[in-house]
């Protein structure tokens, strides 16, 4: 891949990251997506859209999220580390931004009803708190397994007046309750928009939620200028389930070649052990939910169960865009341990009195292995608050 | 030589039964017994399902057929295997449905190539879009003699099923409301105005309608408004329940057709 001298990270016409993305749908789904295709570009360059996007940003969800400089975190690692508070945002992750931005998509293209998939959780409570802000019907499909383990998330969509559906076929978790939620937006094709959690799916979705998710990286950018003198940091790490904290935490330094772009896939129980969701380790291209990326999977093409201790990155593939900055080099791809992640979230809340997320711990977890200078910036997008891990890291760490 | 799928329907082109079933299941060798069975008991074409471990279009009924194949250990190799001598016993046309995947895994070419050695008149791959196949399968396609089948849907606009109509070659799969596999099974008004609809348009394509054709009265129901029709879960239920697979077949397909067997 010789492009690398002008690396293009923008999606092409067609829905593609260099040979990842398309929309992979079945004939039933097409008129829906292809509504969305040829709408959303104009829906949200319109001046009425962007003006209610920022403004239930800043009003509702609390945006601008601080950009934290995490002085023992720094010191430990002898380096300069700030952290992204999407932890912050209202319901406690970055989820909402995208969330917020769709139901104003939904609301334009006359939709009255809202499906949607969720692992950890926190994409199901976004989406959930957005519906009842604009009083639309709102379904939550969840695996069976992720609704045992996440029930605090469970009680929030419940209170919110969101219907939480478990999904039971398969592995029980976050790719099942996707297959199920496409499945219900194709048995509601007319009224019902899908909102998808993640940059995965067929195109429009992995660029429409890397864009609504972008203001976080256009945030740090403004904010390190103020902190530091310059725009951009010398890493930027966050955690990839399917991507879409790090497509946001990446998107406005895509073309900055000097910023190194990190993504922590979950490794589970180990990358070899058989128990893992670490993507670009173990999958190959292939075709799952609309789109070709990187997945895991058999050698008769059958989809892998992946493995991790974090609802949130258990997903056997990650979004095109990302699959592209993988195969392109232009990002750096590594894997956390559960233990890893346990530790590093303890960690975290020691020094610093923040309890990340599982999943964000993972990207917490790397810093160990970053060995940045003692002059150099990084930026940890701390992308979910832990409160909903507790019962898990309470249990994991004996505490 | 003309592709088995066009000559069934230049010989016949009303009450065309198509039954699909899901390779390896029940058991996974029972996958040649069924086809011949089918054919014994009168079916006209035949779809065999290639199980998939996400099949997002399919409703419980065939997903649980799909997991069950894979749990028995059913591949696309031993598929191949599996119907390698089929046409010393079996005439009927026979299709291969599934998802990309597990093609794009074995690599297109290759599979394309199986199919037509094996003596696999069609795929139907619900994930495969229409313009994905036209740029980068179509030739393979031909050059092998394989018929891709497209489906439309009470959604699809008039303008794409004249292009889906102008591209296809064999029969278009109409699916009969918006639904995955296996939904209630009722076909009502809604759906009687989309096939007239569709009836109306006098494509140059015969038409089958699937999706929700449960048994003899959906099947000659949705006969009415096409060449025939296609059925998927409500077999993959006898399947499920029978201890002597010939004989339920038998009795399954002399059902639909409204034979009545002793």
Same mark, same amino acid.
């Given at each position: 891949?010789?492009?690398?001298?002008?690396?293009?990270?923008?999606?092409?016409?067609?829905?593609?990251?260099?040979?990842?993305?398309?929309?992979?749908?079945?004939?039933?789904?097409?008129?829906?997506?292809?509504?969305?295709?040829?709408?959303?570009?104009?829906?949200?360059?319109?001046?009425?859209?962007?003006?209610?996007?920022?403004?239930?940003?800043?009003?509702?969800?609390?945006?601008?999220?601080?950009?934290?400089?995490?002085?023992?975190?720094?010191?430990?690692?002898?380096?300069?580390?700030?952290?992204?508070?999407?932890?912050?945002?209202?319901?406690?992750?970055?989820?909402?931004?995208?969330?917020?931005?769709?139901?104003?998509?939904?609301?334009?293209?006359?939709?009255?009803?809202?499906?949607?998939?969720?692992?950890?959780?926190?994409?199901?409570?976004?989406?959930?708190?957005?519906?009842?802000?604009?009083?639309?019907?709102?379904?939550?499909?969840?695996?069976?397994?992720?609704?045992?383990?996440?029930?605090?998330?469970?009680?929030?969509?419940?209170?919110?007046?969101?219907?939480?559906?478990?999904?039971?076929?398969?592995?029980?978790?976050?790719?099942?309750?996707?297959?199920?939620?496409?499945?219900?937006?194709?048995?509601?094709?007319?009224?019902?928009?899908?909102?998808?959690?993640?940059?995965?799916?067929?195109? !429009?979705? !992995?660029?429409?939620?890397?864009?609504?998710?972008?203001?976080?990286?256009?945030?740090?950018?403004?904010?390190?200028?103020?902190?530091?003198?310059?725009?951009?940091?010398?890493?930027?790490?966050?955690?990839?389930?399917?991507?879409?904290?790090?497509?946001?935490?990446?998107?406005?330094?895509?073309?900055?070649?000097?910023?190194?772009?990190?993504?922590?896939?979950?490794?589970?129980?180990?990358?070899?052990?058989?128990?893992?969701?670490?993507?670009?380790?173990?999958?190959?291209?292939?075709?799952?939910?609309?789109?070709?990326?990187?997945?895991?999977?058999?050698?008769?093409?059958?989809?892998?169960?992946?493995?991790?201790?974090?609802?949130?990155?258990?997903?056997?593939?990650?979004?095109?865009?990302?699959?592209?900055?993988?195969?392109?080099?232009?990002?750096?791809?590594?894997?956390?341990?559960?233990?890893?992640?346990?530790?590093?979230?303890?960690?975290?809340?020691?020094?610093?009195?923040?309890?990340?997320?599982?999943?964000?711990?993972?990207?917490?977890?790397?810093?160990?292995?970053?060995?940045?200078? !003692?002059?150099?910036?990084?930026?940890?997008?701390?992308?979910?608050?832990?409160?909903?891990?507790?019962?898990?890291?309470?249990?994991?760490?004996?505490? | 030589?003309?592709?088995?799928?066009?000559?069934?329907?230049?010989?016949?082109?009303?009450?065309?039964?198509?039954?699909?079933?899901?390779?390896?299941?029940?058991?996974?060798?029972?996958?040649?017994?069924?086809?011949?069975?089918?054919?014994?008991?009168?079916?006209?074409?035949?779809?065999?399902?290639?199980?998939?471990?996400?099949?997002?279009?399919?409703?419980?009924?065939?997903?649980?057929?799909?997991?069950?194949?894979?749990?028995?250990?059913?591949?696309?190799?031993?598929?191949?295997?599996?119907?390698?001598?089929?046409?010393?016993?079996?005439?009927?046309?026979?299709?291969?449905?599934?998802?990309? *995947?597990?093609?794009?895994?074995?690599?297109?070419? *290759?599979?394309?190539?199986?199919?037509?050695?094996?003596?696999?008149?069609?795929?139907?791959?619900?994930?495969?879009?229409?313009?994905?196949?036209?740029?980068?399968?179509?030739?393979?396609?031909?050059?092998?003699?394989?018929?891709?089948?497209?489906?439309?849907?009470?959604?699809?606009?008039?303008?794409?099923?004249?292009?889906?109509?102008?591209?296809?070659?064999?029969?278009?799969?109409?699916?009969?409301?918006?639904?995955?596999?296996?939904?209630?099974?009722?076909?009502?008004?809604?759906?009687?105005?989309?096939?007239?609809?569709?009836?109306?348009?006098?494509?140059? *394509?015969?038409?089958?309608?699937?999706?929700?054709?449960?048994? *003899?009265?959906?099947?000659?129901?949705?006969?009415?408004?096409?060449?025939?029709?296609?059925?998927?879960?409500?077999?993959?239920?006898?399947?499920?329940?029978?201890?002597?697979?010939?004989?339920?077949?038998?009795?399954?397909?002399?059902?639909?057709?409204?034979?009545?067997?002793?």
């Amino acid at each position: 891949m010789e492009v690398l001298a002008q690396p293009a990270f923008e999606v092409d016409e067609k829905g593609y990251y260099g040979r990842f993305g398309g929309a992979y749908i079945p004939e039933m789904l097409y008129p829906n997506v292809e509504e969305l295709r040829q709408q959303y570009l104009h829906i949200i360059a319109d001046s009425g859209f962007e003006q209610e996007f920022r403004y239930l940003l800043r009003d509702y969800v609390g945006r601008p999220t601080p950009l934290y400089f995490a002085g023992r975190l720094s010191d430990k690692y002898h380096t300069n580390i700030y952290l992204k508070r999407e932890d912050l945002c209202h319901t406690g992750a970055h989820k909402v931004n995208n969330t917020i931005g769709q139901i104003l998509v939904a609301k334009r293209l006359g939709k009255q009803r809202i499906v949607a998939e969720t692992g950890a959780g926190q994409h199901g409570v976004a989406t959930a708190t957005v519906c009842a802000l604009m009083g639309l019907e709102c379904i939550v499909y969840m695996g069976k397994l992720d609704i045992e383990r996440q029930k605090p998330n469970v009680e929030r969509m419940k209170m919110l007046g969101a219907k939480v559906v478990a999904a039971t076929c398969g592995s029980q978790t976050l790719k099942d309750a996707t297959n199920e939620a496409m499945r219900h937006w194709i048995n509601n094709p007319t009224d019902t928009h899908y909102i998808i959690g993640s940059v995965v799916g067929p195109h !429009p979705y !992995p660029d429409m939620v890397a864009r609504f998710q972008s203001v976080i990286s256009e945030e740090i950018r403004q904010q390190l200028t103020e902190k530091i003198g310059r725009p951009n940091p010398d890493y930027v790490v966050a955690c990839v389930g399917g991507g879409s904290n790090a497509a946001g935490a990446f998107y406005h330094f895509l073309n900055e070649t000097d910023v190194k772009l990190v993504a922590i896939e979950a490794g589970g129980q180990g990358v070899t052990s058989g128990h893992s969701a670490a993507t670009t380790a173990l999958g190959k291209p292939g075709v799952l939910h609309g789109s070709r990326t990187i997945l895991m999977q058999t050698e008769d093409g059958q989809v892998t169960e992946p493995y991790s201790i974090s609802a949130g990155l258990d997903y056997p593939g990650i979004g095109p865009l990302h699959a592209h900055l993988y195969d392109s080099g232009r990002g750096i791809f590594a894997s956390i341990t559960d233990d890893e992640a346990l530790q590093a979230g303890l960690e975290l809340s020691r020094l610093e009195g923040i309890i990340p997320a599982l999943e964000t711990a993972h990207a917490l977890a790397y810093l160990g292995r970053l060995n940045a200078t !003692p002059e150099e910036v990084v930026v940890v997008n701390l992308s979910g608050r832990g409160d909903k891990d507790l019962a898990t890291y309470s249990k994991s760490l004996d505490l | 030589m003309s592709n088995r799928i066009v000559r069934l329907f230049a010989e016949k082109n009303k009450n065309l039964l198509n039954v699909y079933f899901t390779a390896g299941y029940p058991k996974l060798g029972d996958t040649v017994t069924i086809l011949q069975a089918l054919e014994e008991a009168g079916a006209d074409l035949v779809e065999i399902g290639m199980p998939y471990s996400d099949p997002v279009a399919d409703g419980p009924v065939i997903q649980q057929s799909n997991d069950q194949a894979l749990e028995n250990g059913m591949s696309l190799r031993i598929l191949f295997n599996q119907l390698e001598n089929i046409r010393a016993t079996v005439k009927l046309p026979v299709l291969l449905m599934g998802y990309l *995947n597990p093609v794009v895994q074995y690599g297109v070419e *290759n599979f394309v190539k199986k199919c037509s050695e094996t003596g696999i008149d069609g795929v139907i791959l619900p994930d495969l879009p229409l313009q994905e196949y036209l740029d980068d399968y179509h030739e393979i396609f031909r050059k092998h003699n394989l018929l891709n089948i497209f489906l439309i849907t009470p959604q699809t606009s008039e303008a794409r099923i004249r292009q889906i109509d102008s591209v296809s070659e064999g029969f278009i799969y109409m699916v009969s409301s918006a639904s995955v596999t296996g939904s209630s099974g009722a076909i009502g008004s809604t759906q009687e105005d989309y096939f007239r609809r569709i009836e109306a348009m006098q494509l140059q *394509n015969p038409t089958l309608i699937g999706f929700g054709i449960s048994g *003899n009265a959906s099947f000659a129901r949705a006969c009415r408004y096409a060449n025939g029709a296609i059925i998927g879960s409500a077999f993959i239920r006898v399947l499920q329940h029978s201890s002597d697979l010939r004989p339920d077949i038998h009795r399954f397909v002399g059902g639909v057709k409204g034979i009545t067997t002793k």
